[in-house]
């Protein structure tokens, strides 16, 4: 089992509808949880970051962590054809010399005009 | 402000040859990853940069690969005796420092084929 399960989809909606993007994750010492958005032959871009659990709110979009559960979200709002990209989920432990992220595979987003 | 920027883009190169990949970070971030993509998965660590020394390899495949970053600012991503399998696009990211509370950003990457 990897440490970070996503769906890679691909997840196709209509322009408008709300899009509920999910990770869930094996190893407990994660404290920090990001979303990057990713369009094709790009590098990735951070859309939301969040520490521990709880919910953040950002325009259109909102990620919530549960970590009794293991499990991250990302909703997007009224989405937008321009929205139409690959969404990752990511995670770290706390500090220490470990720098790295733990990325899931990534869901390819596709919003219908 | 600018952001991390990869030179090249793109690389191809022949089976056995040496390739260097360059990562230019945000001005003021002292911490620095190189992370690789291969087609339809999620980024890998390679290593980890705090300031001119590598605080993090563990994620470098082989001894072919070596990275460098001696002012503390640019860093070079170095494979020796490629291998078709080394084709990927390799990510460059920065941060302010190398804890856990610091925002990654990451470059366009450089997409390398081994032929």
């Known amino acids: 089992q990897k440490e970070v399960e996503q769906d890679p989809g691909p997840l196709s909606v209509p322009e408008g509808a709300i899009v509920s993007l999910n990770c869930t994750y094996s190893n407990s010492a994660f404290q920090y949880f990001m979303w990057y958005r990713q369009y094709s032959r790009k590098g990735p871009e951070l859309l939301m970051y969040t520490y521990s659990s709880g919910n953040k709110e950002d325009g259109r979009f909102t990620a919530q962590v549960d970590k009794s559960s293991k499990y991250i979200s990302l909703f997007i709002r009224d989405s937008q054809p321009s929205d139409s990209a690959t969404y990752l989920c990511a995670m770290r432990n706390y500090g220490g010399s470990q720098g790295n992220l733990i990325f899931g595979k990534g869901t390819k987003l596709s919003v219908k005009p | 402000g600018a952001g991390v920027s990869q030179t090249p883009s793109n690389k191809v190169t022949e089976k056995g040859k040496y390739v260097e990949l360059r990562c230019d970070p945000i001005s003021g971030h002292t911490a620095l990853y190189w992370y690789r993509q291969s087609l339809g998965q999620g980024p890998e660590f390679l290593i980890y940069?705090?300031?001119?020394?590598?605080?993090?390899d563990s994620g470098l495949p082989n001894d072919r690969f070596f990275a460098v970053r001696p002012e503390g600012s640019v860093s070079t991503l170095k494979i020796q005796r490629t291998e078709r399998g080394d084709s990927a696009v390799y990510l460059c990211?920065?941060?302010?420092?190398?804890?856990?509370?610091?925002?990654?950003?990451f470059g366009p990457g450089t997409r390398l084929t081994v032929t």
């Open positions: 940069f705090q300031g001119t020394g590598a605080a993090d």
């Open positions: 990211a920065s941060s302010f420092a190398g804890g856990g509370s610091y925002e990654q950003y």
